[in-house]
């Protein structure tokens, strides 16, 4: 039986289908139960009769956040079509064990107010993936693409984010298990990554460039690994460097790291037993103010 969206309704309005039940599964009793998943479609995407949502250019994030309220308390996906989505405030999740999920950087999500991307609190198994942020203005605040507080398990994976964010990504107050995956950072407004209280993070793949403040920064974050960065050019304005860690336990091993202007990689004195290991710095500096940590096989 084939499971098909209806043409899409003026822009907030489901797409409906009598196959379908209110939460998007098949009805029949028969049928297997098949996980939801909802098709948000921008102003300007091509083919936007598979989309249960249509953006009309303005605070798109109204129509992204009905389609993750939509999905089922079980969670689901959400996929968001090519196309620029115009932003005036936050896309906020409102359950957990939700995947948003772009078409690469044909997808481009626009935060033209003062407020975060995405902003995830107290919900956990979140992804979100594929897909271009950009802040095209310059906040009075301290705002990040993605946020993230007292959440377990959060993905960010393949996201490019641009422009005036304060933070690409900050996750703090007990954020554990984080992932963040080949994503890249050029030239925001501060820092590339930030975490704070979240421990087992796993950084890994990711390109970031000129980020004034720092490019990398964990602080009380334990048992991280850091590993496999490219980081350029960051702290030219801050203390911290390319990458720097006041957590217990981590690694740092096989980044590639220049133009540090502080220090490229930097082990600060709350810092207990982090292994550094297999990094390449050009032309920078390795600083180890723990007094605990071992440094092996670094090239500088």
């Known amino acids: ?82 196309g620029t989505f115009k932003l005036a405030a936050t896309v906020a999740f409102d359950k957990g064990s939700v995947i948003v999920q772009g078409m690469g950087c044909g997808t481009i999500i626009e935060q033209t107010g003062e407020a975060r991307g995405f902003s995830i609190v107290s919900f956990d198994n979140i992804v979100i993936r594929d897909m ?27 996201v490019k984010f641009t422009g005036h964010w304060s933070n690409g990504i900050y996750a703090f107050d007990s954020s554990n298990y984080p992932r963040f995956l080949n994503c890249f950072f050029d030239t925001l407004d501060d820092l590339g990554i930030q975490i704070i209280e979240a421990d087992f993070a796993l ?22 690994i850091v590993s496999k960065n490219r980081v350029s050019n960051c702290g030219t304005v801050g203390l911290m460097g390319n990458i720097s860690t006041t957590g217990d336990y981590g690694i740092i091993e096989s980044n590639s790291l220049e133009g540090g202007v502080n220090q490229d990689i ?35």
Request: charged share 15%.
């Open 132 to 158: 271009h942020l950009y802040a095209s203005v310059i906040p009075a605040g301290i705002w990040a693409g993605v946020f993230i507080q007292d959440s377990l398990h959060i993905t960010v994976e393949n």
């Open 266 to 300: 930097w082990i600060q004195v709350a810092a207990d037993r982090t292994l550094v290991h297999g990094n390449m710095i050009f032309g920078g500096t390795l600083t180890d103010n723990s007094a605990t940590s071992t440094l092996a096989d670094n090239v500088l």
């Open 1 to 82: 039986m084939a499971i098909t969206h209806a043409t899409v309704k003026a822009h907030g309005d489901r797409g409906t289908h009598d196959e379908w039940n209110a939460d998007h599964v098949v009805a029949e009793p028969q049928q297997p139960r098949l996980a939801t998943t909802l098709v948000v479609a921008a102003s300007d995407s091509d083919n936007t009769e598979q989309a249960d949502y249509l953006c009309d250019g303005t605070a798109d994030e109204v129509q992204i956040n009905l389609a993750i309220s939509a999905l089922p308390a079980t969670g689901g996906k959400v996929i968001l079509l090519e």
């Open 203 to 224: 950084i890994e793949g990711n390109v970031i460039l000129s980020c004034p403040e720092a490019g990398i920064v964990c602080n009380v974050s334990d048992w991280i």
